[in-house]
């Protein structure tokens, strides 16, 4: 299993509307991608790791394949329109990132 993440840095002047993204954006993803995205998941930043500091990443979006291959078959196709999203809902470039899932309720034989 990989994860694709989206992370959107936490800057001054950032903005960034999680509504959107939850209600809009992510349901879009979903359906282009097919069966080929076996799960997704949102975390909206609150705090960073001391007590009143901001948090690192305003908001983070996880894509879940079953492999590398999986993710750039699905996804390729419809990047154009999925980038072409990113304004209605922030201002902040984002951080991209391909992971190697080792544990998660996901993976086959991993504990829940």
Do not use: W
């Not at 002047?13 to 954006?25: K, N, P, S, V």
């Not at 001391?50 to 894509?63: C, D």
């Not at 999925?82 to 951080?95: E, G, L, R």
């Amino acid at each position: 299993m990989i994860k694709f993440s989206v992370l959107y840095p936490n800057a001054p002047g950032a903005t960034f509307d999680i509504a959107y993204y939850c209600d809009r954006h992510i349901p879009m993803v979903r359906a282009k991608l097919g069966p080929a995205l076996k799960d997704a998941a949102v975390d909206h930043g609150l705090a960073g790791g001391t007590p009143g500091s901001a948090p690192t990443y305003i908001a983070m979006g996880h894509l879940y394949f079953e492999s590398v291959e999986a993710f750039f078959s699905a996804f390729g196709p419809h990047a154009p329109e999925i980038v072409a999203d990113v304004p209605n809902y922030t201002n902040v470039q984002p951080v991209l990132q391909i992971s190697d899932v080792r544990i998660s309720s996901l993976v086959a034989g991993a504990p829940s």
